[in-house]
C-alpha cells in the first residue's frame, strides 16, 4: 500500500532564511513523487515532481526537493523564504507500476508560514 | 477548455437532499480524479477514471456516493441523502499520459 507521513503541521520560517518541508513515503515499487501547493480559497497547484534521474529536482517559485531513496524521503526545500510562499503544502506519492496515470496518494499537509 | 473546471463552486444543502458536483476536465485529459478535503485535512481519495470506465473507486465512503463520466470528458460526483459529514471541498483533477495532475478549484459544500 501507497503511503505519505508529512511529519510537521505546521512550519515556521524567518523571510529569507532557508526552509524544508519534509516528506517521507512508502511504496511497493518505484515512487513516482510530487509537491503541491495550495494559497487559501484556491486549487492546487503542481511544484515539481521526481519521475527518475537526478536526486534534485528543481520546481516552480525557486523550490527544489531532493530524492533520497534510502531514507524513502522527499524533502521540499527553497534557499530563502518569502512572505508569499505562506500556504499549504502537500507531498504525493504514485506507484510507478501503476503508470503514468494511477491515483496519487497525498500527506495531511504542511502549513509553511513565512515572518518577514 | 484552459483549465479544469468544476461547478458549481459553492454548494449549501439541506441534510437528505441529493447534490450533483461536476467536472469538466483538460481537453485531451484521458485520466480524470476525484479527491475530497475536509476542513484542515489532507485530500482523501475518492474515485479514478481512465475514460469513461474507474479502474479504482475505493475511496468512495458509502453507496451514497457515485460518479460517471461521459467518454474522456465531464464527470458527475452524486452525493445521495447527503449529511453533515459530507461537507467539505470537493476537488478534481485531470492528467495526461504524462503523469502530472491539474486541479480545479473545488465545490465547497455545506450540508446544513
Known amino acids: 500500500a501507497q503511503s505519505v507521513a508529512q511529519p510537521e503541521d505546521q512550519v515556521n520560517v524567518a523571510e529569507g532564511n532557508p526552509l524544508t518541508v519534509k516528506c517521507t513515503y512508502s511504496v511497493s515499487g518505484n515512487p513516482y513523487l510530487f509537491w503541491y501547493v495550495q494559497y487559501p480559497n484556491r486549487g492546487l497547484q503542481f511544484l515539481l515532481k521526481?519521475?527518475?534521474?537526478?536526486?534534485l529536482v528543481k520546481g516552480s517559485y525557486g523550490f527544489e526537493a531532493e530524492f533520497n531513496k534510502s531514507q524513502t524521503s522527499f524533502h521540499l526545500k527553497k534557499p530563502s523564504a518569502l512572505v508569499s510562499d505562506s500556504a499549504l503544502y502537500f507531498c504525493?506519492?504514485?506507484?510507478?507500476?501503476?503508470?503514468?496515470?494511477?491515483?496519487?496518494?497525498f500527506g495531511q499537509g504542511t502549513t509553511l508560514q513565512v515572518k518577514p | 477548455g484552459a483549465g479544469v473546471s468544476q461547478s458549481p463552486s459553492n454548494k449549501v444543502t439541506e441534510k437528505g437532499k441529493d447534490v450533483e458536483l461536476r467536472c469538466d476536465p483538460i481537453?485531451?485529459?484521458?485520466?480524470l480524479y476525484w479527491y475530497r478535503q475536509r476542513l484542515g485535512q489532507g485530500l482523501e481519495f475518492l474515485i479514478y477514471?481512465?475514460?469513461?470506465?474507474?479502474?479504482?473507486k475505493s475511496g468512495l465512503p458509502s453507496d451514497r456516493f457515485s460518479a460517471e463520466r461521459t467518454g474522456e470528458s465531464v464527470s458527475t460526483l452524486t452525493i445521495q441523502r447527503t449529511q453533515q459529514e459530507d461537507s467539505a471541498v470537493y476537488l478534481c483533477?485531470?492528467?495526461?499520459?504524462?503523469?502530472?495532475?491539474?486541479f480545479g478549484s473545488g465545490t465547497r459544500l455545506t450540508v446544513v
Open positions: 481537453s485531451g485529459h484521458t485520466a
Open positions: 521526481y519521475i527518475t534521474g537526478d536526486n
Open positions: 483533477a485531470s492528467s495526461s499520459t504524462m503523469g502530472g495532475y491539474t
Open positions: 477514471f481512465q475514460g469513461n470506465s474507474a479502474p479504482d
Open positions: 504525493a506519492v504514485r506507484d510507478a507500476r501503476s503508470g503514468n496515470t494511477g491515483k496519487l496518494i
